[in-house]
């Protein structure tokens, strides 16, 4: 999940949190001394301290402390004295900075509120640390921790949880953190926004009490029945309720106090008033839902406003949006210009209603935009609004909406409202702020693709245009518009390669390339988010033999050795890592990376290619080892022939058609023909997730969706439908990869990635032999993505909120796809084209 954390450490790519330039304000105690006989440890943005030779239980009830920023600091040094005066272990985040991260509105709600974490050893210590706490902290405020259960009225709170590291697999497949039940299996440590204590779990008689009170006690009931949460966010959530009285819809818009708290100190509470109070000065306006009261349920604030029936624009655009789809005709487009360019009149129409009557909307973007089946506009989301005289800086924006230039007044209206026009044609408007000149190319874009009036263009390129003198580096490349020479593509990827050597950290220990978050979720070696996959794909593109990456190799083996709870999968784990090792030269390592699997607990492991068993078994196949390959082969194909075989989803990385293709290389690796079966057995499951829209594409079915990408949508089944074709001819599965390869033609991509954008499926259809001039729709959507680096050529991560490097989302899948489909060869282990 990329949170605010992520995005305040690096404007450049996203980041650990704890790489927070937080200097200014990091808390006394956070740079004091441990004391005599204390051992003191700091990672992750937490400050850590144990006495030396201090042994804990692996598991336990844990205590939270909360505080408001204005307390932070006196609960830390309470803590602290009362923690080392006692023999407790215990940490606490380092700064305000931290702290204001962790409450903030896009932070995990789980992780909301928690300042301190204290480890008593046992239930003795546990009753008398709360009791004595709470006296030493009475009074104090801060944000609910919703994961626990609140200790009376103070900033204490409980839950039941591990101590030490450990993992283990869910049901679905996943490596999550664990706890070990009773009998001695581990298994998941829910980690969610609502308390629960697992049923074998010890309950001192004193939490016990602390349950049968708080579920008491909560006061009066909310006066309105919830029938569905819209969305949540840390700072509340967004409700359609009933008023029982009425029986009219409502919707409920939750605020909790104390987070959320922006740059003018006002929390997720006073932001609710403000809101209140805009939406009635607004009142009679049909362009803002009508506002119908407040209320407190427990503690909690909610604003009750009209229920307004109708879609967001965004759900609108992706349904309407011909060039989400392959072949668009020319009617088509000019059926959505005309609904587009009314829609965004009656949204400038709206805006200048605000306007007259004072108020500047202050967050205009595409989610906060209903579309009534009438066709009329409603704004919805007031939370920064303000008033068109105030001297205010919206303390929040949606990325791609926002410049820095256009921050105070009606400009800020003027600016998002350009940007929501582009963005109805071409809603990569994210991209604008990596590259001044990407405004204009998007503009481009929208003129060729789309009818719409000279002067529309016209307005966009002067209101989106940047001050003057705003300067950045170009890329020493052009990408080739029409290039269809391989020559013509060799600077490209030359480019590529220059851009993730630029941006390499061998320093670091936590990565070496920057990439998605999930790298700082245990993955940073992997094949898909982490180190493994950009050697991987500069190893088959042969850049890898360059000087300038020979000590990234000792790096992965560095990283590999200390991890101490490595996944074990393809993509996210040890059998990336091998596999990759193989492929660089480094036997004996890679060997002992395969070692290290060998002896993992696979009981539980999920069948899929990404981090499962299919993935794993092609590793250790790769590497000669036959029989550990064939074991594993039957177990995935027992789950096939099961109900149990925790595959939910379709596609190459965790639908059956990564098992499918385990079974055609253990079919070409053995002989055995039953393999081929399984693998037909395996394709039809995830064929039959796959919809043929007008009777002509296929595609895998989501909803109402059509999802055409690598990792979960049908260019991954086609990929695998090929490989076992070159097996066993079959008219059926034949016709099916050919419509599946003529379906990969969708112009436009929210997306340049490998797994879910325009890399992928131009990967595909390489792969699938597709002709040059679909593969020429991808290259050019990778042109619209594409911009610059310390005048190289990147790519952002999917959101495209920040720049990545890595195979899944990043540069290196983009040089391994293009590489593939100009040089041909080179491709995803086990799937090269």
């Known amino acids: 999940m990329l949170t605010q954390g992520h995005l305040a ?11 927070v330039e937080d200097a200014a304000d990091r808390f006394a105690r956070a740079d004091r001394p441990p004391p005599p006989g204390w051992c003191r440890d700091e990672r992750a943005g937490w400050v850590s301290l144990r ?3 201090a042994r804990l239980p692996p598991q336990g009830w844990k205590i939270h402390a909360s505080a408001t920023a204005d307390e932070a600091a006196r609960v830390v040094d309470a803590v602290w004295e009362y923690c080392v005066e006692h023999g407790l272990s215990f940490k606490f985040l380092r700064s305000s900075t931290l702290l204001a991260l962790v409450n903030s509105k896009r932070a995990p709600r789980s992780a909301g509120g928690k300042l301190i974490t204290i480890y008593p050893r046992c239930e003795e210590l546990l009753e008398r640390a709360l009791r004595e706490l709470s ?4 009074g104090v405020k801060g944000p609910y921790i919703l994961s626990d259960l609140r200790w009376h009225e103070g900033p204490l709170y409980l839950r039941y949880g591990g101590f030490a590291p450990r993992f283990c697999f869910s049901r679905d497949g996943d490596y999550v953190p664990a706890v070990v039940r009773p009998d001695g299996e581990p298994v998941p ?17 004193f939490i016990a009490d602390r349950i049968r009170a708080s579920r008491s006690g909560q006061g009066a009931r909310l006066p309105y029945r919830v029938e569905k949460a819209l969305r949540f966010s840390n700072s ?41 109070a805009v939406l009635q000065r607004l009142s009679g306006l049909d362009c803002v839902p009508q506002v119908l009261g407040r209320t407190v349920h427990w503690e909690h604030h909610f604003l009750a406003q009209e229920f307004v029936e109708g879609e967001p624009l965004t759900e609108a655009v992706a349904r309407r949006h011909p060039l989400f789809r392959p072949d668009p005709d020319p009617a088509e487009r000019a059926a959505y210009a005309a609904w587009a360019c009314g829609i965004l009149d009656r949204i400038g129409a709206a805006v200048a209603a605000l306007h007259a009557r004072g108020i500047v909307f202050g967050d205009l973007q595409p989610g906060n935009v209903l579309i009534r089946p009438d066709g009329s506009v409603c704004l919805v989301d007031f939370e920064t609004a303000f008033g068109t005289g105030e001297d205010a800086v919206p303390a929040m924006g949606t990325p791609g909406f926002v410049a820095p230039w256009a921050r105070s007044g009606t400009a800020v209206d003027t600016y998002g409202l350009a940007c929501l026009r582009l963005a109805v044609f071409c809603p990569l408007t994210e991209l604008m702020r990596f590259d001044p000149r990407k405004p204009g190319q998007l503009i481009r874009f929208t003129e060729e693709r789309f009818p719409v009036p000279r002067a529309f263009a016209a307005r966009l390129r002067e209101e989106l245009a940047p001050p003057p003198g705003t300067a950045v580096e170009p890329p020493a490349v052009a990408w080739p518009p029409d290039g269809r020479e391989a020559a013509q593509w060799e600077p490209v990827l030359d480019s590529l390669c220059a851009a993730v050597l630029r941006s390499a950290t061998p320093e670091r220990e936590d990565r070496l390339f920057p990439g998605d978050v999930r790298q700082f979720d245990g993955q940073a070696t992997g094949l898909a988010y982490g180190a493994a996959g950009v050697l991987h794909a500069l190893h088959v593109t042969g850049y890898g033999t360059r000087p300038e990456f020979a000590g990234h190799a000792d790096w992965l083996v560095r990283a590999a050795e200390r991890a101490q709870w490595p996944r074990p999968g393809l993509y996210d784990g040890l059998a990336g890592v091998a596999h990759v090792l193989g492929e660089w030269g480094r036997v ?51 789950a096939l022939d099961g109900d ?53 594409y296929v595609q895998v079915r989501d909803g109402e969706r059509r999802v055409p990408d690598l990792a979960a949508g049908s260019a991954g089944i086609g990929v695998v439908l090929h490989e076992f074709l070159r097996h066993r001819p079959d008219p059926h599965f034949a016709r099916l990869r050919d419509r599946i390869r003529d379906g990969l033609r ?45 005048g190289e050529l990147a790519f952002a991560m999917d959101g495209l909120l920040r720049l990545s490097m890595d195979l899944a989302t990043g540069a290196a899948g983009v040089l391994l796809a293009v590489h593939a489909a100009v040089r041909g060869g080179g491709g995803l282990p086990f799937l090269d084209s």
């Open 51 to 53: 006495r030396t030779g």
């Open 135 to 138: 006296a030493l902290l009475r």
């Open 644 to 696: 149990g075989d925790g595959i939910a989803a379709p596609g190459l990385m965790r639908g059956w058609s990564g098992p499918a293709l385990l079974f055609v290389r253990l079919c070409a690796a053995t002989g055995e023909e039953h393999w081929l079966r399984c693998a037909e057995t395996a394709l039809a499951r995830d064929v039959a997730r796959c919809g043929a829209p007008h009777g002509r």
């Open 9 to 19: 450490a690096n404007p450049v790519f996203a980041d650990s949190p704890d790489r």
């Open 588 to 638: 004996q390592e890679a060997r002992a990376v395969l070692e290290r699997l060998a002896a993992f607990d696979l009981r539980d492991c999920g069948t899929g290619l990404f981090g499962g068993l299919a993935g794993i078994a092609l590793a250790f196949l790769h590497a000669g080892d036959a029989e550990t390959a064939v074991r594993l082969g039957d177990r995935v194909a027992r």
């Open 746 to 790: 969708t112009e436009l991509l929210l997306s340049p990635g490998l797994f879910t954008g325009h890399a992928g499926l131009l990967y595909a259809l390489a792969h699938l032999g597709g002709p040059q001039e679909l593969r020429e729709v991808h290259l050019r959507g990778l042109g619209l993505h594409a911009v610059p680096y310390e």
């Open 189 to 205: 440590d829910m980690r969610g926004a609502v308390f629960r204590v697992p049923p074998w779990a010890g309950v001192p008689p």
């Open 236 to 276: 509340g959530g967004v409700y359609r309720a009933v008023d029982p009285g009425t029986g009219r819809t409502v919707v409920l818009r939750e605020a909790r106090p104390y987070t959320a708290v922006d740059d003018r100190g006002r929390d997720a509470v006073a932001r609710l008033a403000r809101e209140h």
